[in-house]
C-alpha cells in the first residue's frame, strides 16, 4: 500500500486501533510487573532486617517464612507482565547475527519469521500456563510452605504470558502489513545500556 504525496497515514484503521489497545494493555500490564519489583524489593529488605535483627535479640525470627516463595512468584509475575512492553518498545534482547548477515536485504521477511515462532512458542506458553492455573484450581493445590492456593501465582503468570501473546501476535501483523514494529515513546534508554 503505498500513499500518494501529500496523503497522510490512517492512524485509525482497525489495525492501528488494536494495536493501540494492545499497547495499553502492555503499558497497565508493565505498571503492575513494576510493582511485583517493589514488592520484591521491599521483601528483600525486610528479610535483611530481620535477619539484622535477629542477630541482636532472638525475641526476632532470622528470616520471613514466605520470603523465598513469594520472592519467587514475584520475580516471575514481573518478568512475564513487562515482557509485552519490552518487547514493543524494542528493548528485548535479540540474536541479529541472521539478519544482519543479508545487510538488511531480508530483514522483513526475516522479521516476519522470527516474530511468527515467537508469537507461536509464547502463545503456547500462555495456553499452557492458563491451564495448569486451572488445574491447580480445580483440584485445590496450595504450596507448601505458605498454603498459598498455587492457582494464584500461576494465574498471574498465565496473564502476563497471555499479554505477552497478544503483543506477539500484533508484532507478526505489524511485520506482515509493513507497520513500525517498536513505539519509540516506550523506549526509556537505549538497548546497549
Known amino acids: 500500500m503505498s500513499l500518494e504525496l501529500g496523503a497522510q497515514p490512517d492512524h485509525n ?4 486501533v488494536l494495536q493501540r489497545v494492545i499497547d495499553r494493555i502492555s503499558l497497565v500490564s508493565a505498571y503492575v510487573a513494576a510493582s511485583c519489583l517493589g514488592g520484591l524489593t ?10 539484622l535483627l535477629s542477630k541482636v535479640s532472638h525475641a526476632f525470627p ?21 515482557g509485552a512492553l519490552t518487547m514493543r518498545a524494542g528493548m528485548q534482547i535479540r540474536v541479529e547475527i541472521v539478519m544482519r548477515s543479508f545487510g538488511g536485504r531480508f530483514e522483513r521477511p526475516l522479521e516476519i519469521v522470527a516474530s511468527t515462532i515467537g ?67 516506550f523506549k526509556v534508554a537505549s538497548a546497549s545500556e
Open 119 to 185: 508469537a507461536a512458542f509464547v502463545s503456547f506458553l500462555a495456553v499452557s500456563l492458563a491451564l495448569f492455573a486451572a488445574d491447580s484450581f480445580s483440584s485445590g493445590q496450595v504450596s507448601g510452605g505458605s498454603l498459598t492456593p498455587l492457582w494464584v501465582p500461576q494465574f498471574t503468570l498465565a496473564l502476563g504470558t497471555t499479554v505477552y501473546a497478544l503483543q506477539s501476535i500484533m508484532r507478526v501483523i505489524a511485520a506482515v502489513l509493513n507497520k513500525p514494529l517498536v513505539n519509540e515513546s
Open 13 to 16: 484503521g482497525p489495525v492501528e
Open 42 to 51: 521491599l521483601l528483600t529488605l525486610g528479610q535483611v532486617a530481620l535477619g
Open 62 to 82: 532470622s528470616d520471613i517464612a514466605v520470603g523465598w516463595e513469594y520472592s519467587a512468584y514475584l520475580m516471575g509475575t514481573a518478568f512475564m507482565l513487562g
